[in-house]
């Protein structure tokens, strides 16, 4: 009798062991890599400071920024071939979607190369992939739109995605490169001050009524006032307004309101 009981003991436990010992490596072998390298056709070397980034994005969405699936940073860049590896989560690639590498090099923050063409890859294959960027020359920057003294209405929320009810809205005063900002949150009367130079946005001074609405609107504004906190670039196009942060991620986006 007391053979069988440490018999069951000794069997049942060992499937435990087991089991905790290879959580591990089924949370590593879940993780993919693409890996690759950027060059551009110009032979001229990189400032010390260059700095590369390299973005996997779902682009299947022709109205909708494209969502970042995993990027990788190289500062500094050094030269040409700049070797990348972006890692990502292989559970989130969907069948029938569209995704591509797009890719940049800056100098604080200004412009230099670009990926002009779309780079369509499957993410799940292993084939090392080779971006070719353009130089980016001061007649192709984008010039910057009229923003002022027009009403925008929010479309999408970096962190929430979009929206469309309660319906909110943005408007940069005229009143020069600074001036009064603000509009309805989607659930307070919001006030702000913002600064616009060419392409470049800077908005602070944010401020709002108390109302309290129902917890995920509360959510879609205080995502709006972060998101409008960040705002460092912007540009018009169809109607839509766009603002970026720092790293030219699309954080805000608005259509024009009639």
């Known amino acids: 009798m007391l053979g069988r ?81 972006i890692s990502f989560d292989p559970q989130v690639i969907r069948l029938g979607m569209t995704y591509a590498l797009q890719a940049r090099i800056t100098v604080d923050d200004r412009l230099l190369f670009i990926s002009d063409t779309r780079h369509q890859v499957d993410p799940l294959s292993d084939a090392p992939q080779t971006i070719m960027l353009k130089m980016v020359t001061s007649s192709e920057k984008p010039a910057a739109a009229p923003v002022l003294g027009q009403s925008w209405l929010v479309e999408y929320i970096d962190g929430i995605g979009v929206i469309a009810e309660p319906q909110a809205t943005f408007r940069i005063d005229e009143a020069g490169k600074a001036g009064k900002a603000g509009g309805s949150g989607p659930c307070n009367v919001y006030f702000a001050t913002a600064k616009v130079d060419g392409s470049t946005i800077a908005i602070s001074d944010i401020g709002s009524t108390f109302k309290a609405c129902a917890p995920e609107i509360m959510a879609e504004e205080k995502a709006l006032f972060e998101a409008l906190a960040k705002a460092a670039s912007y540009h018009v196009d169809a109607g839509k307004l766009v603002i970026a942060d720092k790293d030219d991620r699309v954080i805000l986006r608005f259509n024009a309101a009639s």
Request: aromatic letters at 6%; zero cysteines; proline letters at 9%.
């Open 5 to 85: 009981i440490a018999e069951f003991f000794i069997f049942g436990v060992m499937p435990l062991v087991v089991g905790i010992l290879v959580v591990p490596e089924l949370s590593v072998a879940a993780e993919r890599t693409l890996k690759g390298e950027v060059m551009y056709r110009e032979r001229i070397a990189l400032p010390p400071n260059a700095v590369l980034s390299v973005q996997l994005a779902d682009v299947s969405l022709a109205d909708a920024p494209a969502a970042v699936i995993g990027e990788h940073k190289v500062a500094p860049a050094g030269q040409v071939p700049i070797k990348f590896k």
